[in-house]
T-cell receptor
Framework: QKEVEQDPGPLSVPEGAIVSLNCTYS??????FMWYRQYSRKGPELLMY????GNKEDGRFTAQVDKSSKYISLFIRDSQPSDSATYLC????????FGSGTKLNVKP | NAGVMQNPRHLVRRRGQEARLRCSPM?????VYWYRQLPEEGLKFMVY????????ESGMPKERFSAEFPKEGPSILRIQQVVRGDSAAYFC??????????????FGNGTRLTVT
C-alpha cells in the first residue's frame, strides 16, 4: 500500500464550479500537510501548508485535514480556466511523501 | 525575492556523457532536496542534503548518480555516463528549517534532461 493515495483524474469541470481534490494516507504519524499546484513544464508551487487537523482558507482555496479518517481535501471555489493544472498533495513527519497528482481541467 | 533557481532549464546529452544539474536554494534555506519526475508521473525522491552533508540518499541509484551541497555555491546533481532512461525532469526543492515537515518545500522550475 502506498503511503499517499491520490486519484490521478483527469477531473474536468465547468468554469465557476466548486472543485474538490482529495488524498488518503496510511501513516497516522503524519503531522504536516501540503497542497501544490503544478503547471505543465513548471515546478510545483506551494498553495497550502497546514499542521495537524482542521481547515485553512486562502482566497478561493480551502484545505481540510481529517486525521481521524486519514483524509485531506483541497476545495477550489469559483474555479477558473487558469486553475487548470496538476494538483499534488504532500505530507510529512520525518520525510516528505507526495501523491501522484490529480490533473484538473476547468473549461471556459 | 529569488525563489529556488535551477540551471540549465534544458540539457541535452548524448549517451555516455555527463550531466551536471545546479540548484541554488531560496535565500535563507540550507536544506536541499532533489526529485525526479517522468511525464504524467509523480515526484520521486532522490536525495536530501544540508550544507556539506548528505542526510538521506535512499532514492538515489547506487551507480552513476551523485549529489553535493558545498559550503559555498549551489547544490549539484551529477549523472555520469547518461543513458536514455535518465531522460526526465529533475526538480530541486529547498526548505528553511531542519527536520522534515516543519517547513514546507519550495520548488524550482526544474531541469529537463534529454539523452539522445
Amino acid at each position: 500500500q502506498k503511503e499517499v493515495e491520490q486519484d490521478p483524474g483527469p477531473l474536468s469541470v465547468p468554469e465557476g464550479a466548486i472543485v474538490s481534490l482529495n488524498c488518503t494516507y496510511s501513516n497516522s504519524a503524519f503531522q504536516y500537510f501540503m497542497w501544490y499546484r503544478q503547471y505543465s513544464r513548471k515546478g510545483p508551487e506551494l498553495l497550502m501548508y497546514t499542521y495537524s487537523s482542521g481547515n485553512k482558507e486562502d482566497g478561493r482555496f480551502t484545505a481540510q485535514v481529517d486525521k481521524s479518517s486519514k483524509y485531506i481535501s483541497l476545495f477550489i471555489r469559483d474555479s477558473q480556466p487558469s486553475d487548470s493544472a496538476t494538483y499534488l498533495c504532500a505530507m510529512a513527519v520525518n520525510k516528505f511523501y507526495f501523491g501522484s497528482g490529480t490533473k484538473l481541467n476547468v473549461k471556459p | 525575492n529569488a525563489g529556488v533557481m535551477q540551471n540549465p532549464r534544458h540539457l541535452v546529452r548524448r549517451r555516455g556523457q555527463e550531466a551536471r544539474l545546479r540548484c541554488s536554494p531560496m535565500k535563507g534555506h540550507s536544506h536541499v532536496y532533489w526529485y525526479r519526475q517522468l511525464p504524467e508521473e509523480g515526484l520521486k525522491f532522490m536525495v536530501y542534503l544540508q550544507k556539506e552533508n548528505i542526510i538521506d540518499e535512499s532514492g538515489m541509484p547506487k551507480e552513476r548518480f551523485s549529489a553535493e551541497f558545498p559550503k559555498e555555491g549551489p547544490s549539484i546533481l551529477r549523472i555520469q555516463q547518461v543513458v536514455r532512461g535518465d531522460s526526465a525532469a529533475y526538480f530541486c526543492a529547498s526548505s528553511q528549517a531542519p527536520g522534515q515537515g516543519n517547513s514546507p518545500l519550495h520548488f524550482g522550475n526544474g531541469t529537463r534532461l534529454t539523452v539522445t
